[in-house]
């Protein structure tokens, strides 16, 4: 159980062109949904976080009109960088939660996608 | 503010041999949450084991075990008999307990290699 896929695993793109990166809870729902970004050799780093229906609340210092965040149903988050360009090119992390009556839940992460801006 | 500091960058290890990864925590919650993840080469964090502030009692997994320790804010993790498989950058992390807030505080990591 608490499997969360991503798709796709890498993408390759130009400079200028948006990216659309899925994150799905594939056997539970997820009220919450995160997104990360991983520099190499780094840790992981916070940009948002999506609950179903709502708006994502965006970490300080992360844009959020060029990384638009739709978490549509209960199983699926989408990461859209728009205009990207060769700075955004990073390990792109997602993780699903569910919020249990009364206590908190684990995080379980995707596989990461690895976007490369040309 | 929390932070999660996980001094050891980087480790390398003889197979079989003992290795104990350290994780020091800092926060102003009594109630807290303690995890450790592990990403292997492939990149997916892997879930390893999530402890309650409030849950002093080590745990222990087949060749893991964790040792939490609320008096020096550490839950330090060891591979017992370690395995080539087990090479992998490990990351600590917490959340506080508020409710309706489930950000994690990660580490830095440490990059486990385990020599054949």
């Known amino acids: 159980g608490a499997v969360v896929s991503q798709h796709p695993s890498r993408v390759i793109c130009k400079s200028g062109t948006s990216v659309k990166i899925e994150c799905r809870s594939l056997?539970?729902?997820?009220?919450?949904m995160f997104w990360y970004r991983q520099f190499p050799k780094q840790s992981l780093m916070l940009m948002a976080t999506?609950?179903?229906?709502?708006?994502?609340?965006?970490e300080q210092g992360v844009e959020k009109d060029k990384f638009l965040i739709n978490h549509a149903s209960l199983t699926l988050s989408t990461l859209t960088v728009t205009s990207a360009h060769p700075e955004d090119s990073s390990f792109y992390i997602c993780?699903?939660?569910?919020?249990?009556?009364?206590?908190?839940?684990?995080?379980?992460f995707g596989p990461g996608t690895r976007l490369t801006v040309l | 503010a929390q932070k999660v500091t996980q001094a050891q960058t980087e480790i390398s290890v003889v197979e079989k041999e003992d290795v104990t990864l350290d994780c020091v925590y800092e926060?102003?919650?009594?109630?807290?949450?303690l995890f450790w993840y592990k990403q292997p080469p492939s990149g997916e964090l892997v879930f390893l084991i999530r402890?309650?502030?409030?849950?002093?009692q080590n745990e222990i997994s087949g060749r893991y075990s964790w040792n939490f320790q609320k008096s020096t804010s550490s839950f330090n993790f060891t591979i017992t008999a370690s395995q080539v498989v087990d090479s992998a950058v490990y990351f600590c992390?917490?959340?506080?307990?508020?409710?309706?807030?489930?950000?994690?505080?990660f580490g830095t990591g440490t990059r486990l290699t385990i020599i054949p």
């Open positions: 993780s699903a939660s569910t919020s249990l009556a009364g206590g908190l839940d684990t995080q379980y």
């Open positions: 056997d539970f729902q997820a009220t919450t």
């Open positions: 999506s609950n179903e229906g709502s708006k994502a609340t965006y």
């Open positions: 926060t102003r919650d009594t109630t807290y949450y």
């Open positions: 402890r309650n502030s409030f849950d002093e």
């Open positions: 992390a917490l959340r506080e307990s508020n409710f309706g807030n489930e950000k994690l505080t």
